[in-house]
């Protein structure tokens, strides 16, 4: 029998530490503190003993679904087993204990870090320079918009306010687009899943600074007239950007700069490994062609002779976009997973990854809709439209793959797709875990036609059922309260 989890263990006496006596006395510290800083009364924190503090912890983690602890296919989220030797990287104390306002003298390793690993992400994306500063997807397009307005703005064509995002982009994009300034219009999809050129075609005029767009998009799939694509979007004038979350896909088989792009952004928490989901940690770099390097973020990382340090003479530059220079802990994990690997290596990972994924597309595409019945890349996209009819939904079907001990793909994205299950199993898993979610996804589809109260009652064996998760993000409790 297992110790239950109480979350209100505070008994009077049960001390789990020892700190010294303040040794300033109470009235030199009302002298010395604002008007109300001084506490008349304890604060009231719980009074729990050290071994309560640590089983209760303990019993919450094992309680949360991580990749090390299980098969995390959530779409477009990337999320991969990270290697631990990454972890150990980041922890050196060179690394770790590094104080951000170091002199450059005594900070060379650490800038040299930079300033390879921007050099490899320039390689490996096809752009001429890369900066590292943006800590999440999101950030670096944002700081890419920016980028491509400055660029617009000194060739004095003010006039290009209008973003061009396909209508199975990620949320985000016409998200940052419109904090950007910019105007936001859709482009449609054709019968392929891919951008339709003659909606494009229709769209892009004189006021266009850019098109973004994610290839593979959304859906897994390649957008094929990715060549013509480009081509309209420059004879217009625009600019075309690249959301770099379906990474994971072309890693030494396909470099956005070679395919038209001028804009790039990476997010190294997905694609070159670390650990990330629930707010963090992120890095987003953005990569550029010459035409739009003079304008990147200071300061930038330079080289003179065999010394490193940092460069603000930029005129043109957007200015600073995050505080010292990045996230710097998953700057060395990706840096440490790049060296790892190799060219061969990251190949290695992008062809994994779409084997993996077109394996279970061929397993699931007979009991599950398959809007789009082609190769896939790294991820795909399935409809719960069948289950539907039979009165199950889609998160439904996300529920009960709890019970087998499996994080839900992302549920309900793309918005294109009716009932959408998007799966994304990464290169890390081995074919016995593929069979073991295949398993899973059949025997609900078959439970969904001969059983659908067992589906949409799931799940039966996590700690909690079914939660209010529009109050949950409404109204989240953050932090203890006392009881009364």
Known sequence: MTTPLIFERSMPGRIGFSLAECDVPRKELKELLPEGQVRSQPPGWPEVSEGSVIRHYLKLSQMNHSVDSGFYPLGSCTMKYNPKINEDMARLGGFAKLHPLVPETYSQGALKMMYDLEHYLAEITGMDAVSLQPVAGAHGEFVGLKLIAAYHRSRGDDKRTTVLVPDSAHGTNPASAALSGMKVVEVDSNCDGEVCLDDLRSKVDDTVAALMLTNPNTLGLFERNICEIADIVHEAGGLLYYDGANANAILGIVRPGDTGFDVVHLNLHKTFSTPHGGGGPGSGPVGVNKKLVPFLPVPRIVKDKEQYRFDYDLPETIGKVHSFYGNFAVNVRAYTYIRMLGAKGLKRVSEDAVLNANYLQALLKKDYHLDYDRLCMHEFVLS??????????????????????????TVYFPLIIEEALMIEPTETEGKETLDYFADAMLQIAKEAKEDPDKVTGAPYNTPVSRLDEVGAARNPILRWHKEE
């Open 384 to 409: 719960g439209k069948k289950q539907k009819a039979q009165g199950v939904r889609t998160l439904d079907i996300a529920k009960r793959l709890l019970d087998f001990g499996v994080h839900p793909p």
